[in-house]
């Protein structure tokens, strides 16, 4: 089922849960136990991130550098296939621009197709270490709203256009597509108002629905959406919600997001101070009070980047759903 269609069935918000690859060296076993309690509360659907190959470099005997790939993490479409062979549900990887050529990521939607999951979250992705700004890789997509149009454009592999009339393939809408959006504008962005008309554009190439980036402050979210619907833009946009776990979040998710971190929460943050579970606690407590706001004022789902960490996300889904 596509995520469009489970938004346009649900009558109440409902919990939508992001995990991370594992990295290489951890067994499907392993990966399938991580995501064992949120399957507790029947998701209707996982997304799972995906990330770009990086390369380090090494100096050789004789002084030049030779450049090797470097692979951390499992591959996103073979985390849903790992998935999907356990468990009853939809899965929605992400799809990132950065690292690969037009051509590569139509054979990743062949993949995809192959697996039968037709969702999909659409991305840039970031630079790589090292770089100062996100370089598009050589016959590869610059803007998430170009990697859309290209997902748009799909119309199924060689076999799939075979068994069915053309014609049902052009009317046919493989993948439903959710895109990024920044309550607190994307950082490479000038202002908000430009990144909001960026964010259209990726609406106005095909995307249905849009998962906030995660923010603390749950006004900044109200008036973001506001914003977005006097600018036109009409689809469902789902916040996304972290909860704070430990108290060097306070300075190091601001630099890593350009987020603000409201003073209330960072004064309790700080003041748990070494006290790790009192800091646990305190950030749980904020997102739960921040899920049960948005849930009173009619979101459609709630999006939690659990970075594959259970206990606190399974308390904050006890509370609130
Ligand atoms: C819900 C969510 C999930 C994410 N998952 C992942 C993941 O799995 N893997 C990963 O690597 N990263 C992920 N990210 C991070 C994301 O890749 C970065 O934030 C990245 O820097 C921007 O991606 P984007 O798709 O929003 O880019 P875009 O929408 O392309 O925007 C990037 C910047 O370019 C500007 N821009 C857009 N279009 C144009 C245009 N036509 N002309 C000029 N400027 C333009 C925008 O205003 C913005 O400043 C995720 C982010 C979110 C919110």
Known sequence: MKVSEILTQSTKAFPSLEIVPPLRGLTKK???????????????????????DEFEYKEEADGSFSR?????????????????????????????CGGSTKEEIESRLDNLEFLGINNIVALRGDSMTGEKRFTPTPGGYSYASELVEGIRRYQGSAVYQRQRKMEDAINDRFFCIGVGGYPEKHFEAPNIETDIENLKKKVDAGADYIITQMFFDNKVYYDFVERCRKAGIDVPIIPGLKPLSTSRQVTTLPEAFSLDIPVELTKAMKEAGDDKDKAYQTGTEWCIMQCKDLIRNGVPAVHFYTMGKSRNITEILKECF
């Not at 392993?30 to 770009?52: D, G």
């Not at 790992?82 to 929605?92: G, K």
């Open 30 to 52: 392993e990966l399938l136990e991580s995501i064992a309690p949120f399957m507790e509360f029947s998701p209707r659907y996982i997304n799972v991130t995906s990330h770009r």
């Open 68 to 96: 090797h790939l470097v692979r951390n993490r499992i591959s996103e479409t073979t985390v849903c296939a790992a998935i999907m062979s356990r468990y009853d549900v939809e899965v929605v990887p992400h799809l990132i």
